[in-house]
């Protein structure tokens, strides 16, 4: 028999979404604050010459930096105020997390409740801080040496620029983690991801536009374009199934009498993720991999001489960089897993409050068995990872299609959209809820 929830879920309608007048609110204002990202990243950064970072994206846009030009929905490329993104606040964010599970002191303070989530929280912004100000830096400083075929890219080097670029660009990231929480607490949720996912979206329709014009002009066949867009559909829903695929694991309480009254003996379950790394793996290896290429391309003479045979082990489609790429998603997908799921914690809160595994001991075995099934897990999510990110590098490297066709930007889609559509579920289901109470409510008054 199907619960409440499943029941109000599967009644889900347009009837009820237009009364849900909470949940439009909270749709406009998530709106209305990705339309403030996507015209902030029109928004210059004083001193830089626009048609020289355009070149230089293009001439330089396989390597680290086309990837992030993708994330941040074209603002790289047209160095504006938010040419960072969200990035440095993701990376800070990593980085408590592998802090915390290092540093006892950090781990305390996560165990301490709303309390200690939010000390970590400001500790996490503070770094972004830091984080962002270095990279702003570097780029800086980076731009001031280039010089393209329209002149240089800076204007007016000097320590006036670099101050200026380091204000506007840590201002721009700083501001665009205050509108990522503000979708969080205001919106639908989720709002770092979105805000990611509307730079990836936003640059879609041109990127199908070059993808298309391949076709056109003979670069790409027929074939090959009819192939894209089935693959296409097939990855996506491979990815779908994936993400929303679960082990549950049964954990019994047990029953207590309290007076002449018993209470407990109800079960539930622990829902564990194939994928619970999430797309933290592929950005990684990504961005690891893709470094000498960069450093490379940046350099007149090509780099350093040792380097050269590196960076062309690693170009897209060769044997080396494919074997590299699939090792770094498999490792860092145990990795950040170990990071973020903790077995013998799980199982001292299961024991502290009384809940068991049936057949498993309480304690050590079962600390024992969560490491067992989240290492089956984890190497299933690593194979589902490998898969899906190797494939479209082959056709990046084949058919030079843009980097939003990749592994690493069709799973930020699919997993952002899986999750917001849960968030607007659940925002339908509790004002149904609301709507069921204020009724019961009303028929009692009446009696």
Known sequence: MASAAEQLAANLNFGAFAKATELKKRLWFTLGVLIVYRIGTYIPVPGIDASVMAELVRTHGGGILGMFDMFTGGALGRMTVFALNIMPYISAAIIMQLMTAASPTLEQLKKEGEQGRKKINQYTRYLTVVIAAVQAYGIAVGLESITGTLGPAVAEPGLFFRFSAVVTLVGGTIFLMWLGEQITARGVGNGISLIIFSGIVANLPSALAATLELGRTGAISTFVLLFLLVMAVVVTGAVVFVERAQRRIIVQYPKRQVGNRM???????????INTAGVIPAIFASALLLLPVTIAGFSAEGGPEWLQPITAALAHGQPLYMILYAAMIVFFAFFYTAVVFNPTETADNLK???????????GQNTAEYFDYVLTRLT???AIYLVAVCLLPEFLISRYAVPFYFGGTSLLIIVIVTIDTVAQIQSHLIAHQYEGLIK???????RK
């Open 263 to 273: 209470f407990g003996g109800d079960s539930t379950h622990l829902p564990l993720k």
């Open 352 to 362: 502290k409050y009384g809940g068991f595994i049936p057949g498993i001991r309480p």
């Open 379 to 381: 190497t299933v999510g």
């Open 439 to 445: 009724k019961a409510r009303l028929r009692g008054a």
